[in-house]
Structure formats: structure tokens, C-alpha cells
């Protein structure tokens, strides 16, 4: 998952590791009220503005999803890579140029 978030985070490539630290706080505890961004900033020495960027960055690739104030692992950004596994495949098999 570190290759991908430094794939996801190419312009900042130290917020990788927070981004991470968030995903498996996430998944440890299946969900992250909103309200503990100051704490996880604290836990990961890292400013408001640098977690409003990885939430920014995590949010977009489908990574995560917010319902009712809390941020949730989401399957998005599977689904999205098994679509492009698909067309890559169609295509090399098929010779389709879309």
C-alpha cells in the first residue's frame, strides 16, 4: 500500500506515511469520527493543512468516504483498479484502441 499512496501523494511524497497511519486508523477501528483530526495531527506531527490535503488526496482516489461525520475504508478505488484491469486486458486482447 506504500507504493500506491506515493503514487497518490507523487507532489508530496511525505504525506504518504500519515496517509497511511490514517488508513490504518481507519481500518482498525472501521471508522474515524472527524472530530479526532487534532489528535491524529498531534500523533503524526503534522499541520491541519497537510491533513486536509491527505483527507483531499484520499477522499478523491476513492480510498475513503465520509457518512454521518465519520471516515470509512471505502471500496471505490478497487472497483476503479479492476475496471482498468479489465479495459487492459479487452484491449490487449482485442486490439481495442478506446
Known amino acids: ?3 500506491v499512496l506515493k ?3 507523487w507532489r508530496k511524497p511525505e504525506l504518504s506515511e500519515p496517509a ?3 488508513l490504518e486508523f481507519i ?12 489528535t491524529f ?3 503524526t506531527s503534522i499541520t491541519r493543512g497537510q491533513y486536509d490535503s491527505i483527507i483531499k488526496k484520499l477522499r478523491g482516489s476513492g ?3 465520509k457518512r454521518d461525520s465519520t471516515w470509512m475504508l471505502s471500496d471505490d478505488f478497487m472497483e476503479f483498479l ?3 484491469l479489465q479495459i487492459a486486458e479487452h484491449w ?3 486490439g481495442e484502441y478506446q
Open 7 to 9: 503514487c497518490i501523494f
Open 41 to 43: 495531527c498531534q500523533d
Open 63 to 65: 480510498l475513503i468516504y
Open 27 to 38: 481500518k482498525e477501528k472501521k471508522g474515524v469520527d472527524d472530530s479526532l483530526w487534532e
Open 20 to 22: 497511511l497511519e490514517f
Open 82 to 84: 479492476q475496471t482498468v
Open 1 to 3: 500500500m506504500k507504493a
Open 92 to 94: 490487449k486482447i482485442e
